[in-house]
């Protein structure tokens, strides 16, 4: 004999100017899990807030299961065994995804160019990785250089280099890519690539703070250390190798 299908109630917000995204993906998961799903609408505000009073809850959707209530979107993912990020919880993610778009876009430029010259790829690269984390950088240029501020030496020292920063990050990867004015882009990188490794390496390693890294814009909850040390010395081995290519 076939098990009974089970059953869930989801009360979502559906009104005409507003249809709760969560709610959404809540009845999506729901489905997606097994479950026949009673999709209650809560259509207007007083209906919102009335149900948010009787039940007292201050969010919806809010999915019911056996006559329990299991709570909003998040929560009915931990039910299900899904992993919820904590608010402001530190992560790589944002630069792993730069790095590997960076990678991905590297392949081909080196492909379409040179027939897939391996040797070239690394360049590619850390131009194209360059280019990007500046582009995050000048989203929001001030929020940035607040948070540089809180590390490297140089901005401290001279707060308007936190503003000139993401420029001059995207001024060299814009030049290393396109491989011109090379006495220019080179020296830019090393010099904050290398100004940006040592005041990494002494905040994280030598003066053991915890910090929040700078390097993909100011509003994300990357930890100050190896990725972003690792960063400014892709920098400067850029500079370098490419000094030596130069003379």
């Given at each position: 004999m076939s098990q009974p299908q089970k059953s869930a109630v989801l009360y979502r917000m559906v009104m005409?100017?507003?249809?709760?995204?969560?709610?959404?993906?809540?009845?999506?998961?729901?489905?997606?899990?097994g479950f026949a799903v009673e999709d209650r609408h809560l259509?207007?505000?007083?209906?919102?807030?009335?149900?948010?009073?009787?039940h007292g809850?201050?969010?919806?959707?809010?999915?019911?299961?056996?006559?329990?209530?299991?709570g909003g979107y998040d929560d009915l993912r931990r039910h299900f065994g899904q992993r919820v990020p904590e608010a402001g919880a530190t992560s790589y993610v944002p630069v792993l995804a730069v790095f590997a778009v960076a990678l991905l876009l590297a392949l081909v430029v080196v492909?379409?160019?040179?027939?897939?010259?391996?040797?070239?790829?690394?360049?590619?690269?850390?131009s194209i990785a360059m280019?990007?984390?500046?582009?995050?950088?000048?989203?929001?240029?001030?929020?940035?250089?607040t948070m540089f501020l809180n590390y490297d030496l140089l901005a401290q020292r001279w707060p308007p280099y936190g503003y000139i920063y993401p420029f001059a990050e995207l001024g060299?990867?814009?030049?290393?890519?396109?491989g011109v004015l090379t006495w220019l882009s080179a020296p830019m990188a090393l010099i904050i690539?290398?100004?940006?490794?040592?005041?990494?390496?002494?905040?994280?390693?030598?003066?053991?703070?915890?910090?929040?890294c700078a390097c993909v814009g100011g509003a994300s909850n990357v930890p100050l250390g190896f990725v972003s040390l690792t960063e400014n010395l892709m920098m400067v081995g850029m500079a370098v190798w490419m000094l030596a290519v130069m003379h």
């Amino acid at each position: 004999m076939s098990q009974p299908q089970k059953s869930a109630v989801l009360y979502r917000m559906v009104m005409p100017d507003h249809v709760c995204p969560y709610g959404r993906k809540a009845l999506w998961l729901l489905k997606r899990k097994g479950f026949a799903v009673e999709d209650r609408h809560l259509t207007t505000r007083p209906e919102v807030d009335a149900f948010k009073a009787e039940h007292g809850v201050k969010t919806t959707p809010q999915t019911f299961i056996d006559g329990g209530r299991i709570g909003g979107y998040d929560d009915l993912r931990r039910h299900f065994g899904q992993r919820v990020p904590e608010a402001g919880a530190t992560s790589y993610v944002p630069v792993l995804a730069v790095f590997a778009v960076a990678l991905l876009l590297a392949l081909v430029v080196v492909w379409w160019m040179e027939g897939y010259v391996l040797y070239s790829l690394p360049p590619a690269f850390i131009s194209i990785a360059m280019c990007l984390l500046a582009m995050l950088k000048l989203q929001d240029v001030e929020r940035f250089s607040t948070m540089f501020l809180n590390y490297d030496l140089l901005a401290q020292r001279w707060p308007p280099y936190g503003y000139i920063y993401p420029f001059a990050e995207l001024g060299a990867g814009v030049l290393m890519l396109a491989g011109v004015l090379t006495w220019l882009s080179a020296p830019m990188a090393l010099i904050i690539g290398g100004i940006g490794a040592v005041s990494v390496f002494k905040a994280v390693y030598v003066d053991k703070r915890e910090l929040k890294c700078a390097c993909v814009g100011g509003a994300s909850n990357v930890p100050l250390g190896f990725v972003s040390l690792t960063e400014n010395l892709m920098m400067v081995g850029m500079a370098v190798w490419m000094l030596a290519v130069m003379h």
